[in-house]
């Protein structure tokens, strides 16, 4: 099928708001896109990036679309409750995730389902921006690595970098001018082959989830030119709350901007 046809067949709602977005994206950003060659052409499959700031989700959506493959996306529930939006992400055919509560289990269903219908299922398998103080991958959560076993579909990784200078991790403020550059880098899908007979249990979703973290840092090495720490980072060890702004506890998951004499930071 091709690009075209698959364009046909996108919610009205996908439509219309790539028809606003694409163009505005376009204009004040510049782009990197690498590895596109590596986005399947055909069938469902998970494709998942690291998350550096609240500006990801439209890079990333940017960087799917312009692979002739757009991406459905799992969300946190709370971005389905603000008005509008809330709606315009129900008619693209986003889904809702909910968080530690028993509902997440028909958002993992939705999920299985949105694969084996052919499509590219979006997951930033963080769960959340990273708290890693120069905003590298952090430990990743089973979620994005379920569904590639369950279904059996590819499991793309694909590393970004830049949108962090549009919008800092939980800042509000975005910076757009001078035009800001998105790197995004999609490697060969990670190999879970061997994995496939073994019961989908705690240690064969780990091995998976690292695997697939590994990868996205690899490419994420990349694109910065520099070399990853030697220990990933976890929340869990460090005392910060893995969902949440932990910022207003710690000085974790934010750039290291200039000095600004003003205070205001990044």
Same mark, same amino acid.
């Given at each position: ?8 067949? *996108? ?9 606003? *977005? ?23 499959? +998970? ?37 509008? +939006? ?25 999920? +299985? ?12 398998? =963080? ?22 076993? =369950? ?52 240690? +064969? ?16 090495? =990349? ?7 030697? =220990? ?35």
């Amino acid at each position: 099928m091709t690009a075209g046809a698959r364009r046909r067949r *996108l919610p009205w709602a996908y439509r219309a708001v790539a028809f606003v *977005l694409r163009p505005l994206l376009m204009r004040v950003t510049k782009r990197d896109w690498r590895g596109l060659e590596n986005i399947p052409a055909e069938g469902g499959f +998970v494709v998942s990036t690291n998350h550096i700031s609240y500006a990801d989700p439209l890079v990333f959506a940017h960087f799917m679309f312009d692979s002739g493959r757009e991406a459905y996306f799992l969300g946190k529930d709370s971005l389905f409750a603000i008005p509008v +939006v809330g709606w315009l992400l129900k008619k693209c055919g986003q889904i809702p995730v909910y968080r530690n509560s028993a509902a997440a289990t028909d958002s993992y269903r939705a999920a +299985v389902e949105g694969v084996r219908a052919g499509k590219a299922l979006g997951i930033f398998p =963080e769960g959340t921006i990273t708290r890693d103080p120069d905003l590298w991958p952090m430990r990743g959560k089973t979620g994005a690595a379920r569904v590639a076993l =369950e279904t059996h579909c590819p499991l793309v990784p694909v590393a970004q970098w830049g949108a962090q200078e549009i919008l800092s991790p939980y800042g509000h403020r975005p910076s757009l001018f001078p035009r800001k550059t998105m790197m995004m880098y999609a490697g060969p899908p990670v190999d879970l082959s061997d994995l496939y007979d073994r019961p989908i249990d705690t240690k +064969v979703l780990r091995e998976a989830t690292d695997r697939l973290m590994d990868r996205i840092t690899g490419l994420l090495e =990349e694109l910065r030119g520099e070399k990853r720490p030697t =220990e990933r980072f976890d929340p869990r060890t460090h005392g910060v709350p893995e969902i949440g702004n932990p910022l207003k506890h710690h000085e974790i998951g934010r750039p290291k901007p200039p000095a600004d004499p003003d205070g205001n930071g990044a």
